[in-house]
């Protein structure tokens, strides 16, 4: 028995590949440091989903998809609670490009602004900075993005896209697929670590206190985030890719301090890593970066998570794609542990006392 299903193939697939013990990661064969820094996110796109161009011209959202996410503004909800709720009312064409508008325009009304709509000139990342803020962004705010939503836009089987795929072997629609992928990013330990990493270089403040706060923390017990994976088990390939781009970033377009400082902040975690969990491979993950990128770019915290499911998205299309070309319905066995031989009406025996 395999315990989260660690270990079991539960599917083929022609869009990546992830070798945790290599340290790679395969996007329809290119290789994420090829992939990432070069390609537009439509190229990207295009590669997964077999040479077709996404639809682009559905970014408008619906006067009911629009009175959700006042509703949702009204309660307060986490942007994640209002994309899952938006997302539900979406057709399946406009389930890639109205994402981004559906994360900004609750960003927007969340802060008692006005939506912007969509700009008919700008590409998929620049109008998603365009909707935030109202001003057209820097091609290198724009590159940067771009590099970002390359690098997370599909990394195998992961929770979100095997909920996906499990809902589209049952003959589900797309939009239902697309909405439980959702509900699985939102839960911490799958979407949830960029804006704790970034909180605990904030906490730090300068490198010269590096050492004694990440002390701390590793002999309290407390977990370093942005440091280690399930997967791999070296450097996480993605980790590299968007510290290029955060250098890029913050050299021409930010404060190179804080680029500094997260650099000396990773150096010293990965040194006492090794030196009070010797053997274990804790290296930096793609959360690391992924905050100081976003970060970067201006966004706050509560909208990491929901810029990644406006990459991933067209990674859980292509997913889906694929499943409804070969499938069948998965569904594993599992291993009954609860008692056996009751009697209706009948008490269990109470558990004998032991003195």
């Given amino acids: 028995m395999s315990q989260g299903l660690e270990g079991v193939v539960a599917a083929e697939t022609a869009l990546s590949m992830v070798d945790g013990e290599r340290g790679e990661l395969i996007i329809v064969g290119f290789p994420i440091e090829e992939l990432a820094p070069n390609a537009t996110f439509e190229e990207t796109v295009r590669l997964l989903w077999n040479g077709n161009l996404p639809d682009v011209s559905n970014r408008e959202l619906s006067k009911i998809a629009f009175e959700i996410l006042r509703a949702a503004a009204d309660r307060r909800d986490d942007p994640m609670d209002a994309l899952r709720a938006a997302a539900g009312v979406l057709l399946p064409d406009q389930l890639f490009p109205a994402f981004p508008t559906i994360v900004a325009g609750y960003w927007r009304i969340l802060h008692g602004q006005k939506p912007i709509a969509p700009s008919r000139d700008l ?26 939503l390359n690098t997370v836009v599909d990394h195998g089987l992961n929770a979100s896209t095997f909920t996906a795929r499990v809902i589209t072997s049952t003959g589900s629609d797309l939009v239902s697929a697309i909405v439980g992928a959702v509900g699985a990013l939102k839960g911490p330990l799958h979407g949830g670590a960029p804006g704790p990493a970034l909180d605990m270089v904030f906490e730090i403040g ?6 004694e706060v990440l002390r701390r923390k590793i002999e309290s017990g407390e977990k370093l985030m942005g440091f280690g994976h399930r997967v791999y088990k070296v450097r996480d390939p ?19 301090r804080l680029y500094e400082l997260a650099r000396a902040v990773e150096r010293t975690a990965i040194r006492l890593l090794e030196e009070y969990k010797p053997g274990r491979r804790l290296q930096t993950n793609v959360e690391f970066y992924t905050a100081l990128v976003l970060h970067g770019l201006g966004l706050e915290t509560p909208l990491f998570t929901p810029t990644f499911a406006i990459s991933r998205v067209a990674g859980w299309i292509a997913h889906c794609l694929e499943q409804r070309r070969v499938n069948r319905i998965i569904r594993p066995q599992s291993i009954y542990v609860g008692p056996r031989g009751r009697v209706w009406g009948k008490k269990p025996a109470p558990s004998p006392v032991v003195c």
Avoid: C
């Avoid at 300068?206 to 050492?211: D, I, K, Q, S, V």
């Avoid at 993605?238 to 190179?256: F, I, N, Q, S, T």
């Fill in 123 to 148: 590409g998929h990342a620049a109008n998603y900075l365009y909707m935030l803020s109202g001003e057209v962004p820097s091609n290198e705010r724009v590159r940067a993005l771009e590099t970002y």
């Fill in 206 to 211: 300068e490198a010269g206190r590096a050492e």
């Fill in 238 to 256: 993605r980790a590299d890719v968007l510290a290029a781009a955060a250098e890029r970033l913050y050299a021409r377009d930010g404060d190179m």
